[in-house]
């Protein structure tokens, strides 16, 4: 069955870097649109990013041109570089996929949630 697996996550100071790391199971990685989605403590789960099977990418307004999501699909993982971070942005990290056209950054994602990577932005 499909499996993500998030990892990268950790504490890192306001104005800092942090790149995360999805690796999938379980699906034809090529074939599949993949997002990025965060949820802080008592909030909703958020879309951050997502890229396309063309590379296409997307982003939520608040993290444009701070944030950028790659894929390797050879490695079937998909990658958020985030920048310049903020203190709000500490979240549990999540990554997701769905079938869409290529170029295509929206979809309906899998209910099945992997656990996650901390990220704390924090002094």
């Known amino acids: 069955q499909v499996q993500f697996v998030e990892s990268g996550g950790g504490l890192v100071q306001p104005g800092g870097s942090l790149t995360l790391s999805c690796r999938t199971s379980g699906m034809f990685f090529d074939a599949y649109a993949m997002g990025w989605y965060r949820q802080a403590p008592g909030r909703q789960r958020e879309l951050v990013g997502a890229i396309a099977r063309d590379s296409t990418t997307n982003y939520a307004d608040s993290v444009k041109g701070r944030f950028a999501v790659s894929r390797d699909n050879d490695k079937n993982t998909v990658y958020l570089q985030m920048n310049s971070l903020k203190p709000e942005e500490t979240a549990v990290y999540y990554c997701?996929?769905?079938?869409?056209?290529?170029?295509?950054?929206?979809?309906?994602?899998?209910?099945?949630w992997g656990p996650g990577t901390q990220v704390t932005v924090s002094s």
């Open positions: 997701n996929a769905g079938l869409t056209d290529a170029s295509s950054t929206t979809f309906s994602n899998f209910e099945y």
